[in-house]
């Protein structure tokens, strides 16, 4: 699958489920991790594991595997990664904890609203 269709996925998944505060950074400029890195908020660690299963479950349906998958059912901070992609599901209490907007702030950040269709009036 196509890097931005992927990505696309991604966010139109988060979106469609009500995730909160999305945001992307490119860090393969500074990183060898993965080429984009996505931060959503979920309002409860059971929001956080429906985030994560409808994700893994329409990509399964696309013949796209997480590479690994951590915090998966027992964390309020699920990490996905799709290779080029990493994926962050986080609470709003370890999203504000572990800050990783001021860890990877010095990359270059999307807006997210590019890759997500506005609602049709």
Same mark, same amino acid.
């Given at each position: 699958?196509?890097?931005?269709?992927? +990505? &696309?996925? @991604? =966010?139109?998944? +988060? !979106?469609?489920?009500?995730? #909160?505060? *999305?945001?992307?950074?490119? *860090?393969?400029?500074?990183?060898?991790?993965?080429?984009? =890195?996505?931060?959503?908020? $979920?309002?409860?660690?059971?929001?956080?594991?429906? +985030?994560? !299963?409808? @994700?893994?479950?329409?990509?399964?349906?696309?013949?796209?595997?997480?590479?690994? =998958?951590?915090?998966? &059912?027992?964390?309020?901070?699920?990490?996905? !990664?799709?290779?080029?992609?990493?994926?962050?599901?986080?609470?709003?209490?370890? &999203?504000?904890?572990?800050?990783? #907007?001021? *860890?990877?702030?010095?990359?270059?950040?999307?807006? $997210?609203?590019?890759? @997500? #269709?506005?609602?049709?009036?």
């Amino acid at each position: 699958m196509a890097e931005d269709t992927l +990505l &696309r996925d @991604i =966010l139109k998944y +988060l !979106d469609d489920k009500k995730a #909160e505060h *999305i945001e992307i950074y490119k *860090i393969a400029e500074k990183s060898s991790l993965a080429d984009f =890195l996505v931060i959503a908020t $979920a309002n409860s660690n059971t929001h956080a594991n429906s +985030l994560a !299963d409808f @994700i893994l479950h329409e990509l399964k349906g696309k013949k796209v595997e997480p590479q690994a =998958l951590d915090g998966y &059912r027992v964390s309020k901070w699920i990490c996905i !990664d799709f290779g080029y992609i990493l994926l962050n599901i986080m609470c709003e209490d370890e &999203r504000n904890y572990y800050n990783l #907007e001021a *860890i990877w702030g010095g990359c270059s950040k999307i807006d $997210a609203s590019q890759f @997500i #269709e506005a609602p049709q009036k």
